[in-house]
Every structure is written in C-alpha cells, then in structure tokens.
C-alpha cells in the first residue's frame, strides 16, 4: 500500500522556523516529482512548492518563494519544506504529493499520491 506521512506541523509563531517531512513507502518514489500543497479552512487547495525527482528544478509560489525552501532527502524517499519566517497566513494544513508526470506543478490533478496533512498553525 503506497503511503505518503506528513510530519513536522505544529504550532510556531510568526518569524520562526519549521521544517514539514514527507516519508513515502510502498513504492519507491525515487522517479516521482513531489510537491507541497496548503489548505486553509474554508478555502481551495493550493500549491506551495514542488522539486523535480532529479532534485534539480524547483518551483514556488509567490507567496512562501525566499522563505520556505524544498529539498530531497538523501533516500529520496523523503521530501522537506524548511518554513522560514513564517506568517500567520501561512496557517493551514500542509500536505506532499507525488506525481509520476506532472505537467502543471500547481495543479493538483496532476499528482497520483497524496498524504493526509499536517497541521500547521503560525501564531503572530
């Protein structure tokens, strides 16, 4: 069974820092592209950050770009976002996924995989 667990969330306050992981199992992910997406209450899903499987090319949206930063894990099985100075609009719950082809990196269709969330709470 193919899993992704999201870990890392919590409360923070406002110019802070955490760090969100992502542990894939059940298949090797090392081939995946991966990205970070938020939900915040009442509100769609959107993108936060993806990495390409190479770990080479790296995307961000406007909103966290110059403060949170993604990364591979030397397994590759396992995907960072290091939060820096975070906000409290950056209050939601944090989830990874993975796509085998992704051809729009903010469109959430185009990810086969995805976990159940963390929780992330940003106090200001």
């Known amino acids: 069974q193919v899993q992704l667990v999201e870990s890392g969330g919590g409360l923070v306050q406002a110019g802070g820092s955490l760090r969100l992981s992502c542990a894939a199992s059940?298949?090797?992910?090392?081939?995946?592209?991966m990205g970070w997406f938020r939900q915040a209450p009442g509100k769609e899903r959107e993108f936060v950050a993806f990495i390409t499987w190479k770990g080479s090319t790296f995307y961000y949206s406007d909103s966290v770009k110059g403060r949170f930063t993604i990364s591979r894990g030397d397994a590759a099985n396992t995907v960072y976002l290091q939060m820096n100075n975070p906000k409290p609009e950056d209050t939601a719950r944090y989830y990874c996924a993975a796509g085998d082809v992704v051809t729009t990196v903010t469109k959430t269709d185009d990810y086969d995989y995805w976990g159940q969330g963390t929780q992330v709470t940003v106090s200001s």
């Open positions: 059940g298949r090797t992910f090392v081939n995946y592209h």
